[in-house]
């Protein structure tokens, strides 16, 4: 019994073994040809039913913006699901291993790449999406290899947010240029009693997204033009680096801020005067600093180098090459890019519109602030959808730390991360 | 069963007998099957393919884009393993783990014993109450405890520092200098984990003879040397389950750096699980299963080291 019962778990081990061997070996690579934009969308209304994803607080209110859509359409059926943040992206690589995606989804920016090299997303068809309507740098967050896979839906950029009473007791009313800003955050610790004259993210996840702005600004990329190979090491990359490392070393900037931001109390309370951040923090410093706060602070431009360039975040949508019901997928996806539908999701959610002529309307225009943002991102930049950018910026993060908190010189930093990134490659 | 080749016609006790005895034999068989298969298969489907899976993507490239296709991928021996040992990354993890390990285990032992010590035999009053708080770090959420602690551990306004800075101490910013990171984390640990020890050492006390005792304390034996000679030496097999189970908890720890620290500052307190799991959620996940597996080896080294070291001679 022993002998055979061995015998056999042998074989079939072996079995497994050679199995596992003789199937082994990766096919041809389907993933390199280019691919051009999607075929055309049928004419007429949409009809049957469409599955949709989407994260967050957008993931929750979609319904009801969706109602519009379906009340235009009657013969469709949208059902949208909310997927929580943290949960999203396991959820959509194993949907799309298991290819069970729904018909169009909400889309990070940053997983453009990703779900692309995974050859989940239907090329946009240019028939019914005109790319011009929209912010270039949005849009360029859609684009993988030259081909659109996603329309972007909403959009945040970053602006510098600065307490203006503190900052005309330091006797400034604007940060022009990167200059004026050094001088500007000393002057808020000497004049105007800050504890650090600005907060800015010494390393950990996500200081790309501050440390960028300035290299795009002073002319550096992220990669060539044809998105082949990594552009790190280049001097002007290298001088945004060690101007952002001055404020460390200038002793203006907390070193060590506490895990948890602590941005928008210390912002109301006046011991750091000045951060850079996106539209949502507006409500939240004005929440914390109570009534009357509003007129305390603004949000500025980036300051000029050679430009004034911010980054670009926000959500794109897209439709799933394995999409049940691909054209009325489409026609959803334009109908949440119209204008006027951005206008209205605006006051439902107040997602900044992606469409460049819904900035026109007095929604957008009334409040100034908010205009500003609008202003910023005409020229805003994301990095190019690479399918392993999360991994490159992981590296790029633990370099920004390394040269804010031990003073890596900046110049062998951008060498070891152009390393680094060229060493992890851009996927496929 | 075989052996019984049935001749003749005569109609015998033994040779009618035989047959039922093989029929019964069959159906306790097969029942015996039945009944084992659903384990079975479940073991298979959900224990034994997966670690054969995980061991094979260890050996090959695959990435996330490689799920749908699981063996369309190509072997590359032991070039993964090759890949993690000399990442810096996954070497400082290595550290950082280690460093925990041999600081934390020693430390949540002490302190388990040391309170089960005193549940035994000090605390008589309220012994339920400090049963309950010592264990409650244990079964309260990291996220909950997370927050406490980073309140604690707050360089300008924490309890922590407060304290220090009343009887004239310096003042560290416990989570934003790299080398008390992991300190601050060893301890948040020993707080989190010495209940569960506890518990079992309370057990373990309890199944010590009072009669030994006894005889000890009228030969003349003080409570420090009864302890060293008679309880300490009987808890041995407890001590061996208490440190095996921590250790190998201790070597995976992710929990207390991922909600904390995030891994920093400068990767101090990223740990090996850590590491792991940022590979996989990069997509790398032939290197993140190398990585899991050089994980693994560690604990079973280390495990079988401390059975040899505590087992009873």
């Given at each position: 019994m022993t002998m055979i019962s061995r015998r056999s778990a042998l074989l079939g081990a072996a079995g497994l073994a050679t199995l596992g061997l003789s199937a082994c070996g990766r096919g041809?690579?389907?993933?390199?040809q280019p691919t051009g934009p999607g075929s055309a969308v049928s004419e007429g209304k949409a009809t049957g039913e469409v599955t949709v994803w989407a994260m967050g607080a957008e993931g929750e209110k979609l319904g009801d913006l969706v109602e519009k859509f379906t009340a235009a359409n009657p013969e469709v059926k949208v059902t949208v699901t909310a997927v929580p943040w943290d949960a999203a992206h396991d959820k959509f690589t194993s949907a799309i291993a298991a290819g069970?995606?729904?018909?169009?989804a909400m889309v990070g920016t940053t997983w453009m790449g990703e779900f692309v090299d995974l050859d989940a997303l239907d090329p946009t068809p240019a028939d019914l999406i005109d790319?011009?309507?929209?912010?270039p740098g949005a849009w360029q967050t859609t684009e993988v290899k030259g081909t659109s896979?996603?329309?972007?839906?909403y959009v945040e950029t970053r602006l510098l947010f600065v307490r203006t009473d503190l900052a005309s007791k330091a006797?400034?009313?604007?940060?022009?240029?990167w200059d004026q800003l050094s001088a500007l955050a000393k002057a808020m610790q000497?004049?105007?009693?800050?504890?650090?004259g600005i907060s800015l993210q010494?390393?950990?996840?996500?200081?790309w997204q501050q440390v960028m702005p300035f290299a795009w600004s002073n002319?550096?990329?992220?990669?060539d033009e044809a998105v082949?190979?990594?552009?790190?090491?280049?001097p002007e990359m290298s001088e945004a680096w060690a101007y952002y490392q001055s404020f460390f070393t200038d002793g203006v900037?907390?070193?060590?801020?506490?895990?948890?931001?602590t941005a928008d109390a210390d912002f109301a309370n006046g011991s750091v005067p000045m951060f850079f951040s996106g539209p949502w923090m507006m409500s939240a410093v004005e929440k914390v600093g109570g009534?009357?706060?509003?007129?305390k602070y603004d949000v500025w431009p980036m300051p000029t180098r050679k430009t004034a360039t911010s980054f670009v975040g926000g959500s794109n949508f897209g439709v799933f090459k394995?999409?049940?019901n691909r054209d009325a997928a489409w026609k959803l996806v334009q109908f949440l890019v119209d204008p006027a539908t951005q206008v209205e999701w605006y006051g439902m959610s107040s997602d900044l519109p992606a469409?460049?002529?819904?900035?026109?309307d007095p929604k957008l225009t009334a409040d100034k602030r908010v205009a500003a943002f609008g202003q910023q991102l005409e020229a805003a930049l994301a990095p190019p959808?690479?399918?392993t950018w999360d991994q490159v910026s992981a590296k790029f993060d633990s370099l920004v730390e390394k040269v804010c908190k031990?003073?890596?010189a900046p110049a062998e930093a951008v060498k070891t991360l152009q390393q680094e990134a060229t060493s992890i490659g851009m996927g496929q | 069963m075989t052996s019984t080749t049935v001749t003749g016609t005569r109609a015998g006790p033994r040779r009618a007998e035989k047959p039922r005895t093989g029929q019964l034999r069959r159906a306790e068989h097969r029942a015996a099957w039945v009944l084992v298969i659903p384990f079975c298969l479940l073991f298979l489907v959900f224990t034994l393919w997966p670690v054969l899976q995980s061991m094979f993507m260890s050996f090959t490239d695959t990435r996330a884009r490689d799920l749908r296709t699981?063996?369309?991928?190509?072997?590359?021996?032991f070039a993964n393993y090759a890949k993690a040992l000399s990442d810096p990354v996954f070497l400082r993890a290595a550290a950082n783990t280690a460093a925990f390990v041999l600081f934390g285990v020693p430390l949540t032992l002490a302190a388990a014993l040391a309170s089960a010590v005193a549940l035994d035999?000090?605390?008589?009053?309220l012994r339920g109450l400090f049963r309950l708080g010592f264990y409650t770090p244990v079964i309260t959420s990291i996220v909950a405890v997370a927050v406490v602690w980073r309140f604690l551990l707050?360089?300008?306004?924490g309890l922590v520092n407060t304290v220090l800075g009343a009887i004239g101490l310096p003042e560290p910013n416990w989570l934003g200098d790299p080398y008390t990171a992991l300190p601050a984390l060893v301890a948040m640990a020993v707080w989190r984990n010495f209940g569960t020890g506890m518990i079992i050492f309370l057990a373990g006390l309890q199944s010590v003879p009072a009669a030994l005792q006894e005889a000890a304390a009228i030969d003349g034996a003080g409570a420090w040397r009864r302890f060293w000679a008679i309880t300490f030496p009987l808890l041995r097999p407890t001590l061996l389950f208490v440190a095996v189970t921590t250790t190998i908890g201790y070597l995976q720890f992710f929990e207390e750096p991922f909600v904390m620290?995030?891994?920093?500052?400068?990767?101090?307190?990223?740990s090996v699980s850590m590491a792991t799991y940022q590979q996989f959620g990069f997509g790398n996940y032939g290197l993140a299963g190398a990585m899991s597996y050089l994980i693994f080896v560690v604990i079973a080294i280390v495990t079988a080291l401390q059975f040899r070291l505590i087992r009873e001679r």
């Amino acid at each position: 019994m022993t002998m055979i019962s061995r015998r056999s778990a042998l074989l079939g081990a072996a079995g497994l073994a050679t199995l596992g061997l003789s199937a082994c070996g990766r096919g041809n690579d389907t993933g390199s040809q280019p691919t051009g934009p999607g075929s055309a969308v049928s004419e007429g209304k949409a009809t049957g039913e469409v599955t949709v994803w989407a994260m967050g607080a957008e993931g929750e209110k979609l319904g009801d913006l969706v109602e519009k859509f379906t009340a235009a359409n009657p013969e469709v059926k949208v059902t949208v699901t909310a997927v929580p943040w943290d949960a999203a992206h396991d959820k959509f690589t194993s949907a799309i291993a298991a290819g069970t995606t729904p018909d169009a989804a909400m889309v990070g920016t940053t997983w453009m790449g990703e779900f692309v090299d995974l050859d989940a997303l239907d090329p946009t068809p240019a028939d019914l999406i005109d790319k011009t309507v929209f912010f270039p740098g949005a849009w360029q967050t859609t684009e993988v290899k030259g081909t659109s896979y996603a329309v972007p839906w909403y959009v945040e950029t970053r602006l510098l947010f600065v307490r203006t009473d503190l900052a005309s007791k330091a006797g400034f009313t604007e940060a022009k240029d990167w200059d004026q800003l050094s001088a500007l955050a000393k002057a808020m610790q000497q004049k105007a009693g800050a504890k650090w004259g600005i907060s800015l993210q010494p390393g950990q996840e996500g200081s790309w997204q501050q440390v960028m702005p300035f290299a795009w600004s002073n002319g550096a990329t992220i990669t060539d033009e044809a998105v082949t190979a990594f552009t790190f090491d280049s001097p002007e990359m290298s001088e945004a680096w060690a101007y952002y490392q001055s404020f460390f070393t200038d002793g203006v900037a907390d070193k060590a801020p506490a895990v948890q931001s602590t941005a928008d109390a210390d912002f109301a309370n006046g011991s750091v005067p000045m951060f850079f951040s996106g539209p949502w923090m507006m409500s939240a410093v004005e929440k914390v600093g109570g009534s009357g706060f509003a007129d305390k602070y603004d949000v500025w431009p980036m300051p000029t180098r050679k430009t004034a360039t911010s980054f670009v975040g926000g959500s794109n949508f897209g439709v799933f090459k394995a999409a049940k019901n691909r054209d009325a997928a489409w026609k959803l996806v334009q109908f949440l890019v119209d204008p006027a539908t951005q206008v209205e999701w605006y006051g439902m959610s107040s997602d900044l519109p992606a469409v460049t002529a819904s900035w026109q309307d007095p929604k957008l225009t009334a409040d100034k602030r908010v205009a500003a943002f609008g202003q910023q991102l005409e020229a805003a930049l994301a990095p190019p959808a690479i399918s392993t950018w999360d991994q490159v910026s992981a590296k790029f993060d633990s370099l920004v730390e390394k040269v804010c908190k031990s003073g890596l010189a900046p110049a062998e930093a951008v060498k070891t991360l152009q390393q680094e990134a060229t060493s992890i490659g851009m996927g496929q | 069963m075989t052996s019984t080749t049935v001749t003749g016609t005569r109609a015998g006790p033994r040779r009618a007998e035989k047959p039922r005895t093989g029929q019964l034999r069959r159906a306790e068989h097969r029942a015996a099957w039945v009944l084992v298969i659903p384990f079975c298969l479940l073991f298979l489907v959900f224990t034994l393919w997966p670690v054969l899976q995980s061991m094979f993507m260890s050996f090959t490239d695959t990435r996330a884009r490689d799920l749908r296709t699981p063996f369309s991928v190509n072997v590359i021996g032991f070039a993964n393993y090759a890949k993690a040992l000399s990442d810096p990354v996954f070497l400082r993890a290595a550290a950082n783990t280690a460093a925990f390990v041999l600081f934390g285990v020693p430390l949540t032992l002490a302190a388990a014993l040391a309170s089960a010590v005193a549940l035994d035999k000090g605390i008589t009053r309220l012994r339920g109450l400090f049963r309950l708080g010592f264990y409650t770090p244990v079964i309260t959420s990291i996220v909950a405890v997370a927050v406490v602690w980073r309140f604690l551990l707050q360089p300008d306004s924490g309890l922590v520092n407060t304290v220090l800075g009343a009887i004239g101490l310096p003042e560290p910013n416990w989570l934003g200098d790299p080398y008390t990171a992991l300190p601050a984390l060893v301890a948040m640990a020993v707080w989190r984990n010495f209940g569960t020890g506890m518990i079992i050492f309370l057990a373990g006390l309890q199944s010590v003879p009072a009669a030994l005792q006894e005889a000890a304390a009228i030969d003349g034996a003080g409570a420090w040397r009864r302890f060293w000679a008679i309880t300490f030496p009987l808890l041995r097999p407890t001590l061996l389950f208490v440190a095996v189970t921590t250790t190998i908890g201790y070597l995976q720890f992710f929990e207390e750096p991922f909600v904390m620290t995030k891994g920093g500052p400068l990767n101090s307190t990223i740990s090996v699980s850590m590491a792991t799991y940022q590979q996989f959620g990069f997509g790398n996940y032939g290197l993140a299963g190398a990585m899991s597996y050089l994980i693994f080896v560690v604990i079973a080294i280390v495990t079988a080291l401390q059975f040899r070291l505590i087992r009873e001679r």
